[in-house]
């Protein structure tokens, strides 16, 4: 934490983002690894050196490490309120491509930025745009599933809107199966989507 303070005080997330554009793959890695520890202690810094435009192309790079770090990057960026604005608007199309990535890191870390990004109304509206509830209710499923959580926290924030709420009433074996995880987290939260889901105006 301390040395991530330092970067921020020196100012170096700028050079850091831009130097994404340039550098080889193995230096990107580090640079995103270094983008994530200073991001847990402020965002707006990167926010402003466009760095959700730049991760966005590095989230359908050929090396399934930068991929991975950089929708973790975007994840830490979704917890800031400045920063969930920005993925909904940007981001959440591509995120939901990456539900289906063939690397569970991955999955796990598009899933978690999802769930920031639907926080808010737009990201709602944006992930259902973009058929995000499919593929969510997969990794729901999946009793291995790193995801799991996460995908079961934005399918409810999904069910918050009328047609999510529809289409997920066809859905709701998917949550009562989640109430056998041996996990106590994800049982309350299979608990609140099943309530969500269910509720009448």
């Known amino acids: 934490p301390v040395g991530a303070v330092g970067i921020l005080q020196a100012s170096l997330i700028p050079s850091l983002v831009f130097k994404l554009k340039t550098e080889s793959d193995e230096i990107q890695e580090l640079i995103l690894d270094t983008l994530s520890n200073c991001l847990r202690v402020e ?3 990167a926010l402003a ?23 973790w990057v975007l994840l830490e ?20 491509s990456l539900l289906e990535d063939p690397d569970p890191e991955i999955q ?11 926080v808010k109304p737009q990201g709602r509206f944006a992930a259902l745009g973009a058929s995000a509830i499919p593929p969510l209710l997969k990794l729901a499923a999946e009793e291995t599933s790193k995801a799991r959580l996460s995908a079961i926290k934005a399918l409810t924030m999904l069910a918050e809107l009328p047609e999510g709420r529809r ?17 106590e987290a994800v049982k309350r939260a299979a608990e609140t989507a099943i309530s969500v889901i269910k509720w009448k105006p």
Do not use: W, Y
């Open 77 to 96: 960026i979704g917890t800031h309120p400045e920063g969930k604005n920005m993925v909904c608007e940007e981001i959440t199309p591509v995120l939901v």
């Open 43 to 45: 965002a707006s810094e």
């Open 108 to 118: 796990a870390s598009a899933t978690g930025a999802l769930m920031f990004a639907t």
């Open 167 to 183: 289409t997920l009433l066809h859905h709701t074996d998917t949550f009562q199966q989640c109430l056998n995880d041996p996990r």
């Open 49 to 71: 050196a466009g760095a959700v435009t730049i991760l966005k192309e590095k989230l359908t790079h050929s090396s399934v490490a930068i991929r991975s770090k950089a929708a």
